[in-house]
């Protein structure tokens, strides 16, 4: 080698002295891209200003040390190629066999990222000199966004830490851009970047957001945006969206009745909710308006009042008690009541026979009300006034009335009133003169029914010798009486039916005729009955003879002509 290079200079002073002059020209990238492991080509092209061919060319390929040194990797001539040994590259470097001398390195590492020198020496020709920066790229991973776990307060005067974002094992170093609800939050926000190089030589950035929410801040999303070199491009990728924390004071307290959702009667259970607009909620105390400092037993935001009354009926309230100010909030509950119904007359009433009543029913409510009347199930009037007009002894009877709530069906509440009639008997029948025509020896029923108050006496009086009693003697009902008599007819008769009170009697009059029955010989007498049986029996064998005479006549047996004569003597009897 030392032979070699002796010789070459040798050339070189030759080519001096002869006054042969040229110079070699090098064009070389200013850099190269590459992924991390990939192969990366370092093009190192030259030429010379002459024409001759040069054919002894010096090639040497230096690399950038860390200390900043520049160290040799590669020498090559025209008589032999050499990869210097004892360096980072003595394994993974190649120079093609073209002019352009081009440095070839495999499977390329984080540290490759540096300057390498391409120098040409072609002797007399000169030597020139190109760098190259070879620039290495390997993409993060995934950007990891952490919001703050505890609650953010509106009320911190400066910025505060709201989330971390975090890109990892990237190669060169990454940024990082912060997003609000999509939209990138200016670099006036405070931001605090960590660049950290791994043992491996890749870079973890960490960027911190501070930031001075708001409370509209609670329904924002906050994410964070990496972008990175890769060769011959930018690329970005976004983590996640994350929602945080924001504590603010309560500013409105809102109390409400939760259940139940119709109107509130006595022995209802009631709920009464309450909920402020501030974060974390704040302790909640009930109280009534009119005694503002005595709390009520409540669990949580629920107050719950079992089996209420009307005294329960005023204004409730709910104030917020946190660390900034105390906001109240109220409600207004009235508990609807109905009262037992107020008759009039009470109990029971006496009315005379064709006078008029008007009886009352009502019952003290907290909202309006509606009353209906019912007599034996039967609804018989509407309204609180029941008229009662010509009373007779069907007016008489117990009188219902139903006072109901309209708004709330289930209140209601009843009241019975007994109106009596008053009066002398009356008979039921309009026909109080009866005549009736009855065989003599039968017997007949008459029937008596009377109404009135008191309940009248029956008594019958017969005119006419006659056999009778009396068979059914009872009580319809309080104002009515019934007596049946039960009478022999032996003759013509006449049979009063008195109906009597102490305010009068009525009389009814059954007109009795008796008829004789027309007597004849007995239709099932001996002499007859026997007769009758003959007569059958004779007409009952000229029948069969007949009979017997055709079937004889249809088989041949009897002669045509003895039939004839047969049949004229037929005829004679």
């Known amino acids: 080698m030392a032979f070699n290079r002796a010789f070459l200079l040798l050339l070189h002073a030759c080519s001096l002295t002869c006054g042969v002059w040229a110079k070699v020209e090098l064009t070389m990238e200013k ?53 210097d040994e004892n360096t980072e590259y003595s394994d993974r470097i190649a120079i093609s066999e073209q002019q352009d001398a081009q440095l070839i390195i495999q499977n390329v590492k984080l540290s490759d990222d540096r300057e390498f020198f391409c120098q040409v020496n ?59 609800d999509d939209m990138p939050l200016l670099p006036a926000h405070p931001l605090l970047v960590t660049l950290t190089t791994e043992p491996t030589g890749f870079y973890t950035v960490q960027s911190e957001l501070q930031y001075k929410v708001t409370k509209e801040d609670k329904d924002s999303h906050f994410s964070c945006e990496v972008s990175f070199f890769v060769p011959g491009a930018v690329r970005t990728a976004e983590s996640e969206r994350i929602s945080i924390t924001v504590h603010y004071p309560t500013t409105k307290v809102e109390l409400w009745k939760d259940s139940p959702r119709v109107p509130v009667k006595e022995g209802d259970t009631v709920e009464l909710r309450c ?42 309230q709910c104030r917020s008690q946190d660390e900034y100010d105390t906001v109240t909030g109220d409600v207004q509950l009235t508990v609807h009541y109905l009262d037992p119904v107020v008759m009039m007359p009470k109990e029971s009433q006496i009315v005379f026979r064709g006078d008029s009543l008007a009886a009352s029913c009502n019952a003290l409510s907290s909202l309006d009300t509606f009353t209906v009347w019912f007599k034996d ?43 009596i009639v008053q009066g002398a008997p009356q008979l039921n029948d309009e026909d109080k003169d009866v005549a009736l025509e009855e065989a003599e020896g039968r017997l007949v029923n008459l029937s008596c029914e009377a109404h009135g108050h008191p309940l009248p006496t029956i008594s019958w009086n017969i005119v006419g010798s006659q056999s009778w009693h009396e068979v059914v003697v009872n009580r319809a009902n309080e104002n009515t009486a019934h007596s049946v008599l039960s009478v022999n007819v032996t003759s013509d008769f006449r049979a009063l039916c008195n109906a009597s ?17 027309v007597t004849s010989a007995a239709p ?22 007949t009979l017997v005479l055709y079937f004889l006549h249809k088989k ?10 047969q049949e004229s003597k037929w005829v004679e009897l």
């Open 31 to 83: 850099s190269i891209e590459v992924y991390l492991h990939d192969s990366a080509q370092i093009p190192c092209q030259y030429n010379f200003t002459d024409d001759n061919t040069h054919s002894l060319v010096m090639i040497q390929w230096f690399v950038r040390a860390a200390s900043g040194k520049r160290v040799r990797i590669y020498y090559g001539d025209g008589m032999s190629q050499k990869v």
């Open 122 to 180: 072609g002797l007399a020709a000169g030597t020139a000199e190109g760098k190259t920066h070879l620039r290495v790229f390997s993409p993060p991973e995934a950007p990891l966004i952490e919001g703050v776990l505890t609650g953010i307060s509106v009320t911190n005067e400066l910025p505060t830490k709201v989330a971390t974002c975090e890109a990892r094992y990237g190669f060169p170093k990454a940024n990082i851009t912060w997003y609000k």
């Open 275 to 316: 909920q402020g607009d501030g974060n974390p909620p704040p302790p909640l105390v009930f109280s009534r308006e009119q005694e503002p400092e005595v709390g009520l037993d409540s669990s949580g935001d629920t107050l719950v009042l079992t089996e209420v009354t009307r005294s329960d009926t005023g204004v409730y």
């Open 377 to 419: 199930g039967t609804l018989v009037g509407q309204g609180h006034t029941l008229s009662l007009q010509d009373a007779t002894y069907d007016t008489s009877g117990e009188y219902v009335c139903k006072v109901t709530i309209p708004a709330l069906p289930d209140l209601h509440t009843t009241g019975t009133v007994h109106i």
């Open 501 to 517: 009170n102490y305010m009068g009697t009525e009389i009814k009059a059954f007109s009795i005729k008796a008829i004789q029955m």
């Open 524 to 545: 099932d007498s001996p002499a007859e009955g026997n007769g009758v049986i003959i007569a059958v029996v004779i007409l009952f064998i000229l029948l069969l003879a």
């Open 556 to 565: 041949g047996k009897i002669p045509c002509g003895r039939s004839r004569e």
